[in-house]
């Protein structure tokens, strides 16, 4: 059994930066991938960044050169920075796992419940 711990989000001014974490414990897992999504009131959810095995990240033209995923291994973290942050930052930020426990076994997707980021304008 996995479970992810999200910490980092909070009320920040336009212009300002936020750091988002997403802890994982408990079972011994093999590292696949990992995803951050956000969603606004009324919006769609969407994939703001993510980043596989290798470390290879992906960002929207919306964050790209604002935002960075990472990922560091020795303590089963992967850390969302968010620079040059706007008012249309302001969502609901939630972590996705992909994991497996061991090589060549099941796949497995779990989420993390969500953190705040509010942008003030």
């Known amino acids: 059994q996995v479970q992810l711990v999200e910490s980092g989000g909070g009320l920040v001014q336009a212009g300002g930066s936020l750091r988002l974490s997403c802890a994982a414990s408990?079972?011994?897992?093999?590292?696949?991938?990992m995803g951050w999504y956000r969603q606004a009131p009324g919006k769609q959810r969407e994939l703001v960044a993510s980043i596989i095995s290798g470390d290879t990240t992906n960002y929207p033209g919306s964050v790209r050169g604002r935002f960075t995923i990472s990922r560091d291994n020795a303590k089963n973290t992967v850390y969302l920075k968010m620079n040059s942050l706007k008012s249309e930052d302001t969502a609901v930020y939630s972590c996705?796992?992909?994991?497996?426990?061991?090589?060549?076994?099941?796949?497995?997707?779990?989420w993390g419940q969500g953190t705040q980021v509010t942008v003030s304008s």
């Open positions: 996705n796992l992909i994991y497996s426990l061991s090589l060549g076994g099941r796949t497995y997707s779990i």
């Open positions: 408990g079972s011994t897992f093999r590292f696949i991938g």
